[in-house]
């Protein structure tokens, strides 16, 4: 399935690419009830964050795409190395304050 943003800063590019790559801005999109999006591309969003916390969302590392809520019901270690890791620390003031 292939169904393009017709707006924004992903403008003509495929829904599915731009979850895979921004999944922060995907969920932005869905929670904008005013926008007009396509049914199809409501569907997949509505799949991708179905269980959606309005947590933190990860947009890199072997999490991506997930929540740290969802993250710390799955490997509440993951939690704590993420607060310890000097590249959060050091790069990621946003993420690092979600944790703490």
């Known amino acids: 399935m292939l169904f393009e943003l017709t707006f924004g800063k992903y403008k003509n590019k495929p829904i599915e690419e731009v ?3 921004d999944p922060g801005y995907c969920r932005w999109i869905h929670n904008q009830p005013s926008l007009n999006i396509s049914g199809d591309i409501k569907i997949f969003l ?3 964050f179905l269980n959606n916390d ?20 799955m490997d509440p270690n993951y939690i704590d190395w993420l607060r310890k890791s000097e590249f959060v620390i ?3 003031p946003n993420l690092l ?3 703490n």
């Open 54 to 73: 309005n947590s933190y969302l990860m947009t890199w590392g072997k999490y991506k795409g997930k929540s740290l809520k969802q993250i710390s019901r």
């Open 90 to 92: 050091e790069k990621c």
């Open 46 to 48: 509505h799949s991708k």
């Open 97 to 99: 304050k979600e944790l």
């Open 19 to 21: 979850y895979a790559s």
